[in-house]
């Protein structure tokens, strides 16, 4: 046999060899990413879209799912159990506490010190939630703000100016109640939502309430302040009767639904309400205004529904994760998604804050000024796992079930959420 065909031969045989496996470093790597569907499904879309053009660049699969407002928390914390945690998650204002004080996340400093400088400095109530001795364990994206929405011609027709207060929040209902206007003026439900425990929470700050000090320890509610609240938040409906009967049964769209059917002239509710009239044009739309939450004896003091994205410690990937997260948060592509919220999502950086979009009008102008005013679970002092597992496990708004819905009197049901408290930071340990 000639050396060549003696060649060829060999050549033949190699190929009728079984092939050897791809090497698994040859794989297209794939990220599994939870967000969380909001109420305005451009938006939902618009990250989508980000999220999947940053993958085609990268050549890799990204896998999208979504949570809801209502099931946050219990998602991660089965996750957490099953050991089946995403790469990249949105989390909310309680849970990077709650999380990094589990040990599931990691250090995104490097992220927020390279968007900071493309971006610009952040506000700082975005601090307290994301920012644990001095790093970041989450990447602040964008607020949620709870919103004073208002019936500007039903406020007109009662004659009752716009409140700036708490106090004139009651009285206005009480006002427009007995002018006829309208039965039921109030539209705000204590039920487990963030429309229920965000809104007890901004009330409870303004008051100079909080179950915790600045140093994060807990502190009695068994004192006048928190009774002065209670009673705010419980004589709604018991005395006034200002608020619908069947609140307390709504889901966290409730207040939504009956604002847009003309059925209640206040509530406090994130802009999505906003989106759906701008959307259908809708002619209520002409006759809603969205104002910045009241004050009270101790200032305005917002709650804070802050959406940030957090990379796991689980993750197989780390770098492409934190890769992704500068893609999704730059200038373009957050200031894409921006505008497709239909002003519900609220910038924390400082370029995207004085985009020209926010001075629609005054509705507008007031979301974006809101976050300024924001405390974080714990107020005055940080959030600790403690302090978010007092939200997450829904103290404040069963305080105000038991009166309202068990008939329970102001003492005993203040005892038993005392209780509670005091159980939690005696079990959760700070980090």
């Known amino acids: 046999m000639t050396r060549r065909l003696a060649l060829l031969v060999s050549l033949a045989l190699l190929l009728l060899l079984p092939c050897a496996p791809r090497p698994a470093s040859a794989q297209k790597p794939k990220l599994r990413i939870w967000l969380l569907r909001t109420y305005v499904p451009d938006a939902n879309k618009a990250i989508e879209t980000s999220i999947a053009e940053w993958g085609r660049r990268k050549n890799v699969d990204t896998a999208v799912e979504y949570f809801t407002f209502d099931d946050i928390e219990t998602k991660y914390v089965a996750a957490i159990e099953t050991n089946s945690l995403p790469d990249v998650g949105q989390l ?59 019936r500007t011609d039903a406020f007109k027709k009662a004659g009752v100016p716009y409140p700036k207060t708490w106090d004139e929040v009651r009285d206005a209902a009480r006002r427009i109640k007995a002018k006829g206007v309208m039965d039921y003026p109030l539209g705000q439900s204590w039920n487990r939502s963030a429309d229920g425990y965000g809104v007890f929470q901004a009330l409870l700050y303004s008051y100079g309430g909080g179950w915790a000090d600045e140093q994060g320890r807990y502190k009695s509610i068994m004192n006048d302040t928190w009774r002065t609240v209670l009673r705010w938040a419980t004589e709604i409906y018991t005395k006034d009767k200002t608020v619908p ?60 529904f802050l959406l940030s994205f957090s990379v796991f410690t689980s993750t197989k990937h780390p770098d492409l994760a934190k890769d992704l997260l500068r893609f999704v948060m730059s200038a373009d592509e957050a200031g894409k998604y921006m505008r497709q919220s239909w002003g519900q999502m609220v910038p924390v950086f400082d370029r995207l804050r004085r985009d020209p979009y926010w001075q629609k009008n005054e509705s507008y102008k007031a979301v974006l000024e809101a976050p300024k005013h924001a405390r974080t679970p714990g107020y005055p002092g940080p959030v600790t796992p403690a302090a978010a597992e007092v939200v997450a496990t829904n103290v404040l708004t069963d305080l105000c079930a038991r009166v309202i819905v068990d008939g329970w009197d102001i003492e005993r049901a203040l005892q038993e959420a005392d209780k509670r408290i005091r159980d939690i930071y005696a079990s959760v340990p700070s980090r």
């Open 245 to 304: 009967p069947d609140a307390m049964a709504w889901t966290g769209f409730g207040n939504n639904e009956a604002f847009l059917n003309g059925k209640i002239a206040m509530t406090f509710n994130g802009p999505s309400i906003y989106y759906v009239l701008e959307k259908e044009s809708r002619p209520l739309l002409k006759d809603t205004l969205m104002l910045v939450k009241p004050a009270g004896p101790a200032g305005r003091n917002h709650d804070v």
């Open 92 to 150: 909310q204002t309680i849970s990077p506490a709650r999380y990094h004080g589990m040990g599931r996340l990691q250090d995104v400093t490097d992220v927020v010190d390279d968007l900071v400088k493309a971006n610009g400095p952040m506000l700082d109530s975005a601090l307290p939630a994301t920012r644990f001795n001095g790093r970041f364990y989450a990447v602040p994206f964008n607020y949620i703000t709870d919103m004073l929405f208002v």
